[in-house]
């Protein structure tokens, strides 16, 4: 099943572009995609997190090593 993005009907498989506006037609999978972009945002998050962590980490270090 296949729909089009722009006048949300449906189509078959085989069909490729819109018969009303010709837009090109998506295949109808949209809710499992929002869900990687979460997922990719949280990981990119984590991963920010852990880089301001260890920044952190480094100045304390660095201020550490300059007091002594
Ligand atoms: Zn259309």
Redesign the pocket.
Known sequence: MKF??????AYSDNAEY??????Y?QPKQESPQPVKTDAGRLVKMCLYTGAFIVFIMLLYYLLGMLIK
Not at 4 to 9: F, Q, Y
Not at 18 to 23: G, I, L, S
């Open positions: 089009c993005p722009v006048c949300k009907i819109c018969k009303k506006c010709e837009a037609l």
